[in-house]
């Protein structure tokens, strides 16, 4: 499998900041979606944002955007405007063809803290 | 919402005992993939299925059985559980194109004592 890494554990942002949260992968393969969901307290999985390797362009899902460098396998999640609801565990996942039945593969995870 | 349901979504069990958790879909959706979360882990891959009696293991399988006899329907057994495999467990379900979201259920918190 596919390795996520999401190098900061926990993070915590202001009310009305923005704050960039990080995730690089190790592949070998050209053909690949990178995912990023979002599980609250209640523990619900959701999808925040995806982004498919052979575009360039970075997505856009309203205050949420991502920096995708595909030369550098970074994939980082920009939250603007942050509200208290977006506190949550963030994970970051990728998923390729090769990989088995189209798994998804997760980061650990990092925590948001929003603070008012 | 996806229709995806997992049951029970709490238990306690003991050591030594077998358990089986359930996921029921009304997507008809042909892949269903069980995960476990632990703290600091993320999410791991324990199997998955890619069609009726379609069944492959993932990262973390070992002790471990799945069985899917209908596509509705994805079953995860431990045959004789551990204080290990004390977790948070989800099934998540997708179709096969690649950027397809995975859609998941609300997860059962499993407890071996």
């Known amino acids: 499998a596919q390795t996520v890494t999401q190098s900061q554990p926990e993070m915590s942002v202001q009310e009305a900041e923005t704050v960039t949260l990080s995730c690089t992968y190790d592949t070998s393969e050209s053909d690949y979606y990178l995912f990023w969901y979002k599980q609250p307290p209640s523990r619900q999985m959701i999808l925040v944002i995806r982004?498919?390797?052979?575009?360039?362009q970075n997505a856009t899902e309203n205050r949420f955007s991502v920096n995708f460098q595909k030369a550098a396998k970074s994939f980082s999640l920009k939250i603007s405007d942050s509200q208290l609801g977006d506190a949550a565990m963030y994970f970051c996942?990728?998923?390729?063809?090769?990989?088995?039945?189209?798994?998804?593969?997760f980061g650990k995870g990092t925590s948001l803290l929003v603070t008012p | 919402d996806a229709g995806i349901t997992q049951s029970p979504r709490h238990k306690v069990t003991e050591t030594g005992t077998p358990v089986t958790l359930r996921c029921h879909q009304t997507e008809n959706h042909r892949y269903m993939y069980w995960y476990r979360q632990d703290p600091g882990h993320g999410l791991r891959l324990i199997h998955y299925?890619?069609?009726?009696?379609?069944?492959d293991k993932g990262e973390v399988s070992d002790g471990y059985s799945v069985s899917r006899s209908k596509t509705e329907d994805f079953l995860l057994t431990l045959e004789s559980a551990t204080s290990s495999q004390t977790s948070v467990y989800f099934c998540a379900i997708s179709e096969s194109d690649l950027g397809t979201e995975a859609f998941f259920g609300q997860g059962t918190r499993l407890t071996v004592v």
């Open positions: 996942a990728y998923r390729s063809s090769w990989d088995s039945g189209y798994a998804l593969n």
């Open positions: 982004q498919e390797a052979y575009k360039q």
């Open positions: 299925s890619y069609g009726v009696k379609d069944t």
